[in-house]
């Protein structure tokens, strides 16, 4: 069967770090943007960071520049998300996603949650608190 599954989720108190997984079963991230996205409620999804397997570029959303980082385990077939100094506006239940993007697509659309219609995984929530 082909998913994702995401986890690492909790509660954690402002400044504190938390590190999610992104596995993937079924294929391999060959050619894959993987992107993790987040949604707090009332809130449309954001796109969070994207990792670009075709080039090894990272993007990476102004609101958490310089606290998060992306890593990828090809091995594994895992993409973590690392998550410092977390804020309280980072509680969101976070997704990841895959899709083939064309490469010179993936800069201008990897925020858009519309791109990526074949691969999501199930949301795991993230609670900071104050």
């Known amino acids: 069967e082909v998913q994702l599954q995401a986890s690492g989720g909790g509660l954690v108190q402002a400044g504190g770090s938390l590190r999610l997984s992104c596995a993937a079963s079924g294929f391999t991230f060959d050619h894959y943007s993987i992107t993790w996205f987040r949604q707090a409620p009332g809130k449309a999804r954001e796109g969070v960071s994207c990792y670009s397997s075709t080039d090894g570029t990272t993007y990476y959303a102004d609101s958490v520049k310089g606290r998060f980082t992306t890593s990828i385990d090809n091995a594994k077939r895992t993409v973590f998300l690392q998550m410092n100094n977390l804020k309280s506006e980072d509680t969101a239940a976070y997704y990841c996603?895959?899709?083939?993007?064309?490469?010179?697509?993936?800069?201008?659309?990897?925020?858009?949650?519309?791109?990526?219609?074949?691969?999501w995984g199930q949301g795991t929530l993230v609670t900071v608190s104050s």
């Open positions: 996603a895959a899709e083939r993007i064309p490469p010179t697509l993936v800069q201008s659309s990897w925020r858009e949650p519309r791109v990526y219609t074949h691969y």
